[in-house]
């Protein structure tokens, strides 16, 4: 494959990718507007955000694995097709049960072609530029996040809460049309298997109960989901052990580097998301400043993460990954020590050394993390690491959020931040880089 066709390939499955984190992010601002165009509490327009967080947990590792049995490309077009289908549909929703449930749409579309994008990367891109381009990913999707809630701002306030939907149309409409002509249907070993129904149903119910478990309110919700998770969960494990190519396959996890590459995006996206959601109210008692002025300094934060990602790409072929996610942790640690400080004797110079470090932690060892559990698994796996790594990812922002409503105080909550830097600093050190395959065909 030539150099320019590659390049090509990158940015269409660059462009699907990062409508996804636009998306998670962008609705926050939007959720007064429609609360208010409904005429529904804020509290029932929140499950706009829930649903999409339900599914994009419980769809990545389903949707790997499809990818592994029916192709890669195949999935990654279903779930560009699927998201267009999720965005009109929220764009002209007549009520909030059809926003929701169209939003579910979305979030499946998002949660389908987000692996299976990272498992075409694997098979397309050159194992010598593999880093590189997976920092690329990295940075956009942070800058994508970052950017959702400004992007949301301005198109509400030029038009209304609707445009946050229809802007998405051109832009998936461009990646289908680059996708179908650009992405070749290689010469793949598709995986052997069945669909696993029946481990997919105990995972979606696990899963949907324990995220629904940890933001219940009321005492019969916290009965009703955490029995429901109590049963299923255990289900799909006995389920999993018998059945011959379960949806999620647990060898995997016997390896230990993709077990610790898992468990470290899980730590390192839980103090990620704590930051991004603590520190505004932070600034805003401890500092006194205005939720403008909040926003500016939290910016630090998401620009260090972003740059940092980069950097850490580039060196991530030189350091390899074990030193690069050490280096990672260590920053993380510091960062921790510093927020304890912070707590307190609070004033700005300390802030902005804390949230540069903070974003430093964040972004410099992402792209190892993803390398680690990528290359740790046979090339054919691609779609189903893809999927337990990013389910992985929301399990430390699900982590984060509940804790964040449970704790009481700053001090506390940043005393476990600095527990998880220790803890993911000593996780890196049963880290093995070395991959297990480099297979020239892939499944796409």
Not at 15 to 30: C, Q
Not at 216 to 221: I, V
Not at 352 to 378: F, H, K, W
Request: net charge positive.
């Amino acid at each position: 494959m030539n150099l320019k066709k590659e390049n090509l390939i990158i940015y269409s499955l660059l462009l699907g990718a990062i409508l996804v984190p636009v998306n998670s992010t962008m609705i926050a601002v939007a959720l007064s507007s429609i609360s208010t165009y409904y005429d529904q509490s804020i509290s029932n327009i929140t499950w706009v955000v829930t649903i999409y967080l339900i599914v994009m947990a419980v769809t990545q590792p389903i949707a790997g694995k499809l990818g592994d049995i029916y192709g890669h490309r195949s999935m990654y077009l279903a779930g560009v097709i699927l998201f267009l289908i999720g965005s009109i549909g929220c764009a002209f929703a007549p009520n909030l049960a059809f926003l929701i449930s169209f939003r579910s749409i979305q979030a499946a579309g998002g949660a389908i072609l987000t692996p299976n994008s990272i498992a075409l990367i694997r098979a397309t891109v050159s194992h010598e530029k593999l880093s590189k381009t997976m920092g690329f990913f990295g940075f956009g999707a942070g800058i994508g996040a970052a950017l959702g809630p400004f992007i949301g701002s301005i198109l509400i306030q030029s038009f209304d809460w609707h445009s946050i939907f229809l802007v998405n149309i051109p832009f998936l409409i461009l990646t289908l049309v680059t996708g179908v002509f650009m992405i070749p249907k290689m010469k793949h070993t598709r995986l052997q298997a069945n669909v696993d129904i029946i481990g997919s149903l105990y995972l979606t119910i696990g899963i949907a109960t324990l995220i629904l478990f940890t933001k219940s309110q009321l005492l019969n919700e916290y009965m009703i989901y955490g029995v429901l998770a109590v049963i299923s969960i255990p289900l799909f494990f006995k389920h999993v052990r018998k059945f011959t190519n379960p949806i999620i396959d647990l060898t995997l996890f016997k390896n230990s580097t993709f077990t610790n590459a898992n468990l470290s995006i899980m730590l390192s996206n839980f103090v990620m998301y704590a930051i991004l959601l603590i520190m505004p109210l932070f600034m805003e008692q401890k500092l006194a400043l205005s939720h403008t002025q909040s926003g500016i300094f939290l910016s630090i934060f998401s620009l260090c993460m972003s740059i940092s990602g980069l950097l850490g790409a580039k060196l991530h072929p030189i350091k390899g990954a074990k030193k690069m996610i050490r280096f990672s942790f260590l920053c993380l640690t510091l960062s921790g020590v510093m927020l304890i400080t912070l707590s307190s004797y609070p004033n700005l110079p300390l802030l902005i050394i804390t949230l540069v470090a903070g974003g430093i932690s964040s972004g410099i060892g992402m792209t190892s993390m993803q390398m680690a559990s990528l290359t740790s698994v046979d090339q054919s796996l691609s779609g189903s690491a893809s999927g337990i790594f990013s389910t992985f990812r929301y399990f430390g922002s699900i982590i984060s959020s509940t804790l964040i409503g449970i704790l009481s105080g700053f001090q506390s909550l940043f005393i476990i931040l600095m527990g998880a830097g220790i803890l993911g600093f000593l996780l890196s050190h049963r880290l093995k880089t070395k991959p297990t395959s480099h297979s020239s065909e892939h499944s796409a």
